[in-house]
């Protein structure tokens, strides 16, 4: 059997009411479509520097304090650009010297990578652990900012958000992009909690959205004030304005972006945030997260073709969900014949190169759809 094999039909009564299980962008509610067609009335084509949209800025940042309970001191940042961007704005911003990476996976080692290219800093300290298993830092001398991921988008697998021990004074970064929103945390353990909102949150991609420490940010107000002088005069590194941490943190304290926003995004990540607040905030999500997993890796041990892909149950992600399946079952022709029904986006991560399905399992995304999508893969492994 290969990919380009006819087609085995699923019948209608085993398909998931909602068929998009991807792993970002993922699943829109159709509620939030709704909403952003009401916003096309009043605040597309405005003035993001106009109390309309400043209040929509307004209702993300509030919204997500509540979400994460932020103590008092603690801020919330909003930036143009991705998490890709922010790992540019925390080597410029909020490395001092060296940094550890604990790395497994792509995104965790894109920051790596981020960090070793500038000129500024010296070589961070980078411990790697094979995809499907999970690093974790550890306390290095002469180490002023400890990053990792909360969940790592591409092979499914999650690490605890507790600072090191030994790590006084250093600021521990935590990469929350697929993780934020679907998975419990305490922020009072990180001093930069960042994320994208394309993947629990439910919108499109465009922002970076930081939850930040007061260390975190008198870090960043001391970096960036030492950069050279205008006038010539020595400093200490060059930051760009579109990079610039502190930039953006003023422009967040007044509601708006350094630079023209997408209003489109904010609205859906508005109405998701108060979506999940409404149903009873983090505590919810994760728990509606944790049913949808519970479900898929029970189901995947119980079968003989299939196997999750992270080994250890405490690491297994409740919103990425990754499941080996057995050579003899192509994943490339499951997965093409659930598209062909409309069930979408459950292909693996590209550069593992595995024979894999990969779910995402964010809070929008019903844990009854995912029992019909684990469903709908029995009725297709039994027909190939």
């Known amino acids: 059997m290969t990919a380009d094999a006819p087609l085995v039909r699923i019948p209608a009564d085993l398909l998931p009411r909602d068929g998009r299980f991807g792993c970002g962008p993922s699943k829109v509610r159709p509620e939030q479509v709704d909403a952003l067609s009401a916003a096309g009335r009043t605040l597309l084509g405005t003035s993001h520097r106009q109390a309309p949209v400043r209040a929509l800025v307004g209702r993300v940042r509030a919204g997500l304090r509540a979400l994460f309970d932020l103590p008092a001191d603690h801020e919330v940042v909003l930036g143009n650009g991705g998490s890709t961007m ?152 060059w930051v760009p304005g579109s990079l610039s941490f502190t930039a953006a943190l003023t422009n967040s304290r007044a509601d708006q972006t350094l630079n023209t926003p997408a209003i489109g995004t904010l609205v859906l990540l508005a109405e998701q945030v108060e979506w999940l607040l409404d149903r009873g905030g983090l505590a919810w999500a994760a728990a509606r997260t944790a049913a949808s997993a519970a479900h898929l890796y029970g189901w995947a041990e119980s079968r003989p073709w299939a196997a999750p892909f992270v080994a250890d149950p405490a690491h297994r992600s409740t919103v990425v969900g990754t499941v080996d399946l057995d050579p003899a079952v192509p994943a490339a022709a499951v997965i093409a014949t659930l598209r062909a029904h409309g069930v979408v986006d459950v292909d693996p991560y590209r550069k593992l190169g595995r024979n894999q399905l990969r779910v995402g399992m964010f809070p929008a995304v019903d844990p009854e759809d995912v029992r019909a999508l684990t469903a709908c893969v029995d009725h297709v492994v039994d027909h190939l």
């Open 86 to 237: 922010f790992w540019d704005v925390a080597a410029a911003c909020l490395v001092e010297r060296r940094a550890q990476h604990a790395t497994f996976g792509e995104f965790g080692a894109k920051f790596a990578a981020a960090t070793t290219g500038a000129p500024f800093l010296l070589d961070p300290d980078v411990r790697t652990a094979a995809p499907g298993s999970v690093a974790l830092p550890v306390a290095v001398e002469g180490v002023d900012a400890y990053a990792w991921p909360h969940n790592e988008t591409s092979t499914g697998a999650m690490a605890p958000v507790v600072r090191p021990a030994g790590t006084e004074g250093a600021l521990a970064l935590v990469d929350a992009t697929s993780a934020a929103g679907g998975l419990a945390v305490d922020v009072r353990e990180t001093d930069v909690y960042y994320f994208a909102p394309q993947k629990s949150f439910a919108s499109d991609g465009g922002l970076w959205l930081a939850l930040a420490s007061p260390a975190a940010v008198e870090r960043a107000a001391r970096l960036e004030r030492d950069r050279p002088g205008a006038d010539g005069t020595p400093g200490g590194r």
